[in-house]
């Protein structure tokens, strides 16, 4: 069976490094490359996409703006066709949106999946701050309100919360379980109970990684996730061991069915330097994007376009091979 | 008998777990640490230092090591002659390493070497598992269609059957795996039969520890 994603493709033109390159996205991508390379301007075109698309459209004469930046985003079944630009003030600011064709009823339904999409690049240290408990109602782009999600989640939709925790659990066995005290002015505090002995670990004494996990795991088990989801660094602060662990709870996302879900897929574009994590998709080397830069302009490749990509996979491990530079995705050297 | 693992992932040593144990007859005392390689070509980079580890560091007298074929030759009895070596075999790789890696170690901790136990999974370890519930999956079938360029099944399809799902989660796959060796633990000949690389496993852990004389 096919698994749609919400967009079907994206084309750059002098956006940033992008001067010309476009790339089609799959329901699950992993985007690789050296730093500064396009991974993250990737990300902003969709956050771009996602803030205009919440606006009334313009006119439509008005939007082919000369030497301006351009982005076109194509999407996928069931709304193949349907195909929105973005013209650009400068590198920060788009201002402009087309939809083709024109008043598509689509375009509705699109907005609407749009109006859910998320980007997260977690900040553990924002993540450890007691947070609001009025504030959980979606997961902040830095995680900053993770106890008020977990604590919202422990009182309205207990059974993701469980859920979560037994994975959490699975995941750090030295843990059996999440605390989330709330003050009197409705301050909730996260911990993690570490045996019934001794009292629970506050979030203020628990490691970066333990943030980075719970992250990864409220976007696994959102009960209502987005349509699309984009996440900066997925390896930072864990275990190359437990990477595994972090691609399948991705997977749960992008591909429900096949880990007994029965909620709709969700699209996902994740970044790492790790290649470790690479090593893990030598069974879908379909789901990797290479940034390529080359001076000041960069493109996009898909692992799986490589006509030697047979030869590539018999010769070793995709985190070697990335690592040698012969996948591309390195730094420059001088 | 103190036994470790060199595999790929907790889902192989669960299996070469319970495929051991259905040999010896017993639980063996396994060494805490798992010892984890990514893949072919990293479990030779490793092994040559975990097998300096074992000997040096810990009491284990035995090490179980496997791979899978993948698309290289597969092991046959010629290659067993004295002195022979395939330079693209698994088997014959994997056996090099520790001849080479043990053979200038002084004894250590009351055992001359670390016993070698090598095997080899064609093309992939799932196809153990699906030893026995797929009669067209066995060793002499994958060999004859290497010979005639038609492979009668792919490693992803052989995962399917297994997973049922092209993306299994790692608990699921450790389901599925130990379901399946559980199944072989209490009868491990038709496995023996069906596939040498396993054979040429149990043929080592046969073999006495290499005491001091
Ligand atoms: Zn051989």
């Given amino acids: 069976m096919h698994v749609f994603g919400v967009i079907a493709s994206v084309a750059f033109r002098n956006f940033k490094a992008l001067r010309n390159t476009s790339l089609r996205l799959s329901p699950f991508n992993l985007v690789i490359g050296a730093n500064g390379s396009g991974k993250t301007s990737l990300i902003q075109a969709l956050q771009q996409l996602r803030a205009l698309a919440k606006l009334p459209l313009g006119d439509p004469a008005a939007v082919t703006r000369v030497g301006g930046s351009e982005i076109t985003f194509v999407f996928d079944a069931p709304h193949l066709g349907v195909t929105a630009r973005l013209g650009c003030v400068d590198d920060v600011v788009c201002d402009l949106l087309r939809v083709d064709p024109v008043n598509a009823a689509e375009w509705e339904e699109v907005k609407v999946e749009l109006a859910t999409m998320r980007s997260y690049v977690f900040d553990h240290a924002a993540m450890a701050v007691p947070a609001s408990r009025d504030s959980g109602q979606r997961l902040a782009g830095d995680g900053s309100n993770l106890a008020a999600v977990l604590a919202r989640w422990q009182r309205e939709t207990p059974a993701a919360f469980d859920r979560l925790q037994a994975e959490l659990t699975r995941w750090l066995p030295e843990f059996t379980g999440i605390v989330l005290p709330e003050d009197a002015g409705g301050v909730v505090r996260l911990g993690l109970k570490i045996g019934d002995a001794e009292g629970p670990v506050m979030a203020d004494n628990l490691s970066q990684g333990v943030f980075y996990v719970l992250g990864i795991l409220v976007l696994s088990f959102d009960p209502a996730p987005p349509a699309v989801v984009c996440i900066e660094e997925i390896d930072r602060g864990i275990h190359p061991r437990m990477l595994r662990e972090v691609r399948d709870a991705l997977y749960r996302l992008s591909y429900p069915a096949a880990m007994g879900e029965t909620r709709a897929p969700v699209q996902v574009i994740a970044t790492t330097h790790s290649p470790y994590l690479l090593d893990l998709f030598r069974e879908h080397p379909e789901e990797i994007v290479i940034t390529q830069k080359h001076g000041h302009e960069a493109h996009f490749e898909r692992l799986a376009d490589r006509a030697d990509l047979a030869e590539l996979l018999r010769d070793g491990s995709l985190g070697d091979m990335w690592f040698s530079g012969i996948l591309g995705g390195v730094p420059e050297e001088s | ?213």
């Fill in chain 2, 1 to 213: 008998m103190k036994i470790a693992f060199l595999s790929e992932s907790p889902a192989d040593e669960a299996v070469l777990r319970i495929l051991v144990e259905g040999a010896l007859k017993e639980k063996p005392t396994v060494a805490s640490a798992g010892y984890r390689a990514r893949g072919w070509p990293n479990v030779l980079q490793v092994l040559p230092a975990v097998i300096r580890h074992l000997h040096f560091n810990t009491d284990v007298d035995t090490l179980v090591v496997t791979g899978d074929s993948d698309d290289s030759p597969v092991h046959t009895t010629a290659h067993d002659a004295p002195q022979y070596y395939h330079p693209h075999c698994r088997m014959c790789q994997l056996r090099a390493v520790f001849r080479q890696t043990g053979k200038r170690f002084p004894a250590a901790h009351g055992r001359l070497r670390v016993r070698r136990v090598v095997g080899v999974a064609v093309p992939a370890l799932e196809a153990w598992l699906l030893c026995g519930v797929e009669d067209s999956v066995n060793e002499a079938a994958w060999t004859e269609g290497q010979a005639r360029g038609i492979l009668p099944y792919t490693r992803a399809e052989l995962k399917l059957r297994v997973y049922r799902t092209e993306r299994p989660s790692l608990p699921h796959e450790i389901a599925c795996a130990v379901r399946e060796a559980e199944r072989h633990r209490r009868d491990l000949r038709r496995l023996e039969y069906d596939f040498p690389g396993f054979a040429a496993l149990l043929r080592d852990l046969r073999e006495p520890i290499p005491e001091i004389s």
